[in-house]
């Protein structure tokens, strides 16, 4: 913990007292240096998503008032008690939402819900497995695909079946069961951010003319897989699309989408906080932290078996 100087506002910037900021496995990515996009290196403050309200206003902001709530994507910086934003980037939060739930949709529901309808460009009735789907992206995935209609099945280890079969999908058992029986002809869409195996099972999993959709290898990083491998891993993906069986495969990055096309991050971000006004959609939150708590939080991130978002309330 360290006690830097107040930032102030630039031109362009807003500065916000913070009231929400995640902890979650994107996090220890960045902290063991196996993140491809970033361009920092350490020291540097952690913190990939934030909630705050506006509390300074810099020269050539007229959007936006001291007392705006708002939230940010910032990839870093965020486990701070203030910091400052760029009043283009931020989206408004409505009022009367939980902070800590809004920031939940910050990274882990946007990028499912821009798998959903940006990359996989899901039709209801599709069959749709998701790996991991007691995770964060994957509690979001299975739930806005519900609402989409889809039909899903979702691994998960067994202690979490209930809770996958809550949300609306069938629970897979990823120790214990044959995922190949399930759909003999494959699946129309495979969401993987485990990446086993380099995404070859799942690869196997979709069916002719079906999409997989890789977005993440905590399996990767726990393993202590090298930078060069996780390269050869996404050459390979664009390397299947030249396969002759119709299949395609993308791996997705919510950073580098937004680079691309900010409005779709804004726009998106901004129907997932209407749906958490109108209380269609319930991010689970399972702990509230302090900064000093975030060492700790670390630790049971990395151990796995998470059901809800740890969040940094400073």
Not at 239 to 246: A, E, I, Q, R, V
Request: aromatic fraction near 8%.
């Amino acid at each position: 913990m360290t006690e830097p100087p107040m930032p102030l506002a630039g031109h362009g910037e807003v500065r916000v007292r913070e009231l929400a900021a995640s902890v979650q496995f994107t996090d220890v990515i960045l902290r063991k240096g196996k993140y491809p996009d970033l361009k920092q290196r350490p020291p540097l403050v952690l913190g990939y998503d934030v909630v705050g309200d506006v509390d300074e206003v810099g020269p050539g902001v007229s959007s936006l008032a001291i007392g705006d709530r708002v939230a940010d994507l910032t990839m870093t910086g965020s486990y701070a008690r203030y910091r400052t934003l760029r009043a283009d980037r931020v989206v408004r939060v409505p009022a009367g939402v939980d902070p800590a739930e809004a920031d939940a949709l910050v990274l882990s529901w946007a990028t499912a819900y821009q798998l959903l309808h940006r990359e996989a460009r899901v039709v209801g009735t599709e069959r749709v497995l998701i790996h991991g789907a007691a995770g964060a992206v994957g509690q979001a995935l299975v739930a806005l695909g519900k609402l989409a209609g889809l039909q899903m099945w979702g691994t998960a280890r067994a202690q979490h079946a209930e809770l996958v079969r809550s949300l609306g999908a069938t629970p897979v058992d990823f120790e214990t069961q044959d995922i190949r029986s399930l759909a003999p002809d494959g699946f129309d869409v495979v969401f993987d951010g485990i990446g086993e195996g380099g995404f070859a099972s799942s690869w196997s999993s979709v069916r002719k003319g079906g999409k997989l959709c890789a977005y993440g290898f905590t399996s990767a990083v726990n393993g202590r897989t090298r930078l060069w491998t996780l390269g050869w891993w996404l050459l390979r993906l664009h390397l299947w699309n030249w396969l002759p069986n119709g299949k395609r495969a993308r791996f997705y990055s919510i950073t580098s989408l937004r680079k691309r096309h900010p409005d779709w991050y804004r726009a998106d971000l901004e129907k997932l906080f209407e749906l958490l006004a109108a209380k269609a959609i319930h991010p689970s939150i399972a702990e509230r932290i302090g900064l000093d708590g975030v060492a700790d939080a670390h630790r049971r991130i990395e151990a796995g078996g998470m059901t809800g978002k740890i969040v940094i309330c400073p």
